[in-house]
Structures are given as structure tokens and as C-alpha cells.
């Protein structure tokens, strides 16, 4: 049975929370979303992220006022997110491990007007965020009068449903995504209602209401939420949370769930999850696509995966936090694309553009190695509070500069090659840490790696790399892994420094944290100087 239809007006502007209140009007009773410990329907989602969106009016949100979101993976998260735009409001997830300091950060850079938390420390964060900022309205998961809090359950069952719609246009704000900050503060990305329809729209075309996804990368982040799971409930299909992430609870999900499409990146995921398969029997007919993000896809990864899926498509695709969906691109089973390298992330999407430029800005012809630059519907609108940063990433004809470097092949498919800041600059030459990492990651002792340059009195700077092994004790590690390495990369381009550790930090998006690791090594470098001392 369909929900009742909302006054005509609710659906005659298009933006971001008309995607979903169509969906709860075609798909009703149908599965939205499920957990394992709570089931919501297009019909019932529909409906509580209405009331809530009117809880938030009636506690004094006002269209266009930007609402932290900080709550992990789940439902909640998920109705919340929904509920923050349906008011008119613009989201703002951060991730549920996040700092107090962190918090404050963004609360004061953002002039927030509201958050949403869900957090273990409630209380001594909220004691904080009423001291620094009074007039800020918290919600979170329990009352506290004292503290005046809202409970989140509360503004959602003493509301009523929305009457008429918060009508935002295209060019307003919807969403502000945080970059993992691994190099200083998070830049806040302010991603426009054009932006968030684009995106949901270019992944929901490939998309039926017969589809199963599962929720596997933080939905305080982009690849989570608003440019991925999410697109399922535009078109209509259901949404699997697992209660971890872990490889063993993921492909537990996948066969009793039934899930048809598995997002396998980052290498550590795909590596583990190879492994596991490997001692033990599942039943992963239902998989129809493979999924990969713009990251790192190193040979011997895809290679094996086609070698466990041989007749299923694998799709990489290209976006970041700035833009989302720019390019795609589907290797199919029994197909010569196979034989394609792996650094190829495809062809431009409807409405978006890919050029290739050097140094000062001019296109170079196809097979030659610039930066990317990209032109898309889902560019980000500016950096939050920084418009000098967003200036100057822009072009002068609109065009972003993305910070990576590739090449187009002859048929226009772009290849990346690495990012333009990563670069390492050692003895003359210049190296992309990509092309090292891909190569120690082919090691069947290497987990997973991280390369990059450290100053160096000789070479300027000393390639570095710092990985883990499944065998944390294995004899002669580093000569073995040179020997290796020999066969595959030029003399040049050989790690000078190799550093063995139990495991590489990790920001909040999940990406390895350079900057941890070099201070991880600048400790290790110091206490073997005192012991040596």
C-alpha cells in the first residue's frame, strides 16, 4: 500500500530530499533499509525522517542553518541525514570517532546552528558544546534538561509529519562533506543540491529496485553516503548495515542477505578478503557487480579478484570529496578489457569533462602525463570559510584542479598515475609512490603500504616505504623484498628505507595517515639513535 500522497507542491521542485520522498511514494512497503537489529521501509523512512525534519522546525532549525551530524553507521544516522535536508537544512557529518577538539573546531568554523550526536561520550561532549556555544540546539540520544538536550526518538514521535515540503532551489547549499585532514585542519566541502542530485542520479540509473547494497565505507564521508549507498534508495532497492565492517561480518551479509553489488576497495579489504574466501565455502551467487573506487588498484589485486569472480563485472569508479561520479569504468568478464591496465578509471560521465594539462595550465595531447583537471555538475560549490583556496582551485573557465596526474589513452579513457604533491623527488628523478606501493604490494607477505619521500642529505629525498606482514617475524624480510622489488621497478625507484610495523594508522575516512606514519618512523629513527648512543 502506497503512503498517503503529500499536498501537490511537496514534489514540484526538484533537490536533494525530492529524491526520497519519491522513492517512499513508489516503493511504500517495500525494504528500505535493514540492520540487524531494526527494519525500516520506504513507507516508514519516509515517515520518520518527515516528522523529524518538523521536530527540527519546531526546535527553532531554520531552512539553509547547517546541523552537525555525528552519529556512526546505522539507521539512525541514516534518517537523520534525510530528516536535516527535508527541513531545509544543510547536513554536516562528521565521523562518530572524532576528537572534542575536533568537534569544537568545526562547530565554531562552521557557525553550525544545531548537531545531532550519538556518541559514548554524550555527556562530557555536550556538557562542552553547551559551555563553548549556549545557543547551539543538541540532540542526542537522551534528555538532559540541565543541559537542555533533546532526545533524538523524542523530536521524532511528538512531531507531526511534514504538511508541505521545504522547497530548496538546485544552487543551495545541501551538505558539507570534511576532507580527513591528514595534513592540518579538515577543509568543509559545501556540496550544492545539483551537486547531491547529480551524483545519486548517475549512480541510480545503474541501479533496479531488485538491488541489494551494503553499507561498508563511513557514511560521515562522501563514498558512504551521499555518493554511494545511498543512490540505492533513489532507485528503490535495499540497503544492508552490517553490525562491523570486517571481511568475515561482510561476507556473512552477502549470502544470507542476498546482496547483488560489493564494494571491495581498498587493497587491505580485497587482500583479506581474498584470503578468507579461500579457506572457506560461501554462497556469493547473488553478487552481479564488483565495485572499486578511485584509489590505488594495483595489477595483482585485480588480476586475483577476476581470477574469484571470473564472470562477474568489476567497476571502477573516479570522484572525491570536491566532485563525485566524474568517470567510470566496467571491466567485463571474458572481455579484452581486461587486458586494459588497472590504473584506468574510464570515460567522463553524462555532464562531466576530463582534460589534461601541464604545468602552466595548457592541454597536452592524448598519452602524455599532466594533471587532471575535471568539469561536472557535482563540483563542490566553494571550501568553507576559505573562498582564496576555492578561487585558486578553479580555473578561470571553470575547470577544477584536481591534484592528480594521468593520461588519457587513445580512446579517451584516463589513467591515473598519482597525485601531483605526492611526487617524490630523489636523485634528479621523479617517482610516483603509487608505482612503488603497487609493486611491494604484490608481495605475498605485504598487508599494506604506504610510500613516501624523507628528506635525504644526497638524493633530496630517500623513497620510504613502511608496510605490514602477515608474518610480522619473517627472516630477511627486506632483502627479500628488494630482490623482489628489482624485477618489477627501475633501479631509481627502489625503497632506500624500509620500515616493518604491526599496523599503519588510519584518519577517519579510513585512508592511511601519511602524516601519523612519518611520525610513527621519526620515533622509531630516535629511539634506535638513543640505543645506539
Not at 392 to 414: C, M, N, P, R, V
Request: aromatic share 6%; glycine share 8%; charged share 20%.
Amino acid at each position: 500500500m502506497r503512503p498517503k500522497l503529500m499536498r501537490l507542491n511537496s514534489l514540484h521542485q526538484l533537490n536533494a530530499a525530492s529524491l526520497l520522498v519519491a522513492s517512499v511514494y513508489r516503493f511504500g512497503e517495500k525494504i528500505a533499509l535493514r540492520s540487524a537489529n531494526e527494519v525500516r521501509t520506504y513507507a516508514q523512512l519516509g515517515d520518520r525522517t518527515s516528522r523529524m525534519a518538523q521536530g527540527l522546525l519546531n526546535a527553532g532549525i531554520h531552512p539553509g542553518d547547517r546541523i552537525v551530524l555525528m552519529a556512526p553507521n546505522g539507521i539512525q544516522f541514516i534518517e537523520a541525514w534525510w530528516g536535516i535536508i527535508r527541513a531545509g537544512a544543510v547536513v554536516m557529518p562528521i565521523n562518530s570517532l572524532a576528537t572534542q577538539s575536533e568537534l569544537l573546531n568545526i562547530l565554531e568554523t562552521s557557525e553550525a546552528s544545531g548537531i545531532i550526536i550519538s556518541s559514548k561520550n554524550q555527556i562530557s561532549l555536550c556538557t562542552e558544546i553547551r559551555a563553548r556555544f549556549p545557543k547551539v540546539i543538541i540532540i542526542a540520544n537522551e534528555s538532559d534538561a540541565k543541559l537542555e538536550i533533546l532526545a533524538l526518538e523524542d523530536v521524532v514521535q511528538e512531531s507531526s509529519p511534514l504538511e508541505i515540503a521545504i522547497n530548496r532551489a538546485l544552487d543551495d547549499p545541501c551538505a558539507i562533506y570534511f576532507t580527513a585532514g591528514s595534513t592540518g585542519h579538515p577543509k568543509g566541502i559545501i556540496r550544492s543540491n545539483q551537486s547531491v542530485v547529480w551524483g545519486l542520479g548517475m549512480l541510480a540509473r545503474a541501479l533496479s529496485s531488485d538491488d541489494i547494497l551494503l553499507a561498508r565505507a563511513p557514511m560521515a564521508h562522501t563514498g558512504g553516503s551521499l555518493t554511494g549507498p545511498f543512490a540505492i534508495l533513489v532507485a528503490g532497492g535495499s540497503l544492508i548495515i552490517p553490525s562491523n565492517t570486517s571481511v568475515e561480518c561482510v561476507i556473512d551479509e552477502v549470502q544470507k542477505h542476498r546482496v547483488t553489488h560489493l564494494y571491495v576497495h581498498p587493497t587491505i579489504f580485497a587482500k583479506k578478503m581474498l584470503q578468507y574466501l579461500d579457506g572457506n565455502n560461501y554462497d556469493l551467487s547473488s553478487i552481479k557487480k564488483l565495485q572499486w573506487t578511485a584509489g590505488h588498484l594495483p595489477e595483482f589485486v585485480r588480476n586475483e579478484i577476476f581470477k574469484r569472480f571470473p564472470k562477474i563485472p568489476f567497476e571502477v569508479t573516479y570522484g572525491m570529496t570536491e566532485a563525485s561520479n566524474i568517470a567510470s569504468f566496467e571491466y567485463l568478464p571474458n572481455d579484452p578489457s581486461r587486458s586494459i591496465k588497472a590504473s584506468c578509471v574510464g570515460y567522463p560521465l553524462p555532464g562531466a569533462g576530463i582534460r589534461i594539462v601541464n604545468d602552466h595550465g595548457i592541454e597536452v595531447a592524448r598519452g602524455v602525463t599532466g594533471e587532471v583537471e575535471i568539469f561536472t555538475p557535482t563540483a563542490f560549490m566553494s571550501y568553507l570559510g576559505d573562498v582564496g583556496s576555492s578561487q585558486q582551485s578553479i580555473t578561470k573557465d571553470g575547470w577544477f584542479h584536481t591534484g592528480d596526474t594521468g593520461h588519457l589513452d587513445e580512446h579517451g579513457a584516463l589513467h591515473l598515475d598519482g597525485r601531483t604533491r605526492e611526487i617524490i623527488n630523489t636523485g634528479g628523478m621523479s617517482v610516483q609512490p603509487a608505482e612503488v606501493e603497487n609493486a611491494i604490494a604484490e608481495h605475498e607477505q605485504v598487508i599494506d603500504v604506504i610510500v613516501f619521500g624523507m628528506p635525504h642529505p644526497e638524493w633530496d629525498e630517500a623513497i620510504t616505504a613502511v608496510l605490514t606482514l602477515k608474518e610480522p617475524n619473517f627472516p630477511n624480510i627486506k632483502i627479500d623484498l628488494m630482490a623482489f622489488c628489482r624485477q618489477k621497478l627501475a633501479a631509481y625507484k627502489l625503497p632506500k628505507n624500509i620500515y616493518v610495523i604491526d599496523e599503519l594508522p588510519r584518519n577517519a575516512s579510513g585512508k592511511i595517515d601519511k602524516k601519523r606514519v612519518i611520525e610513527v618512523i621519526l620515533e622509531l629513527k630516535e629511539l634506535v639513535n638513543q640505543e645506539e648512543q
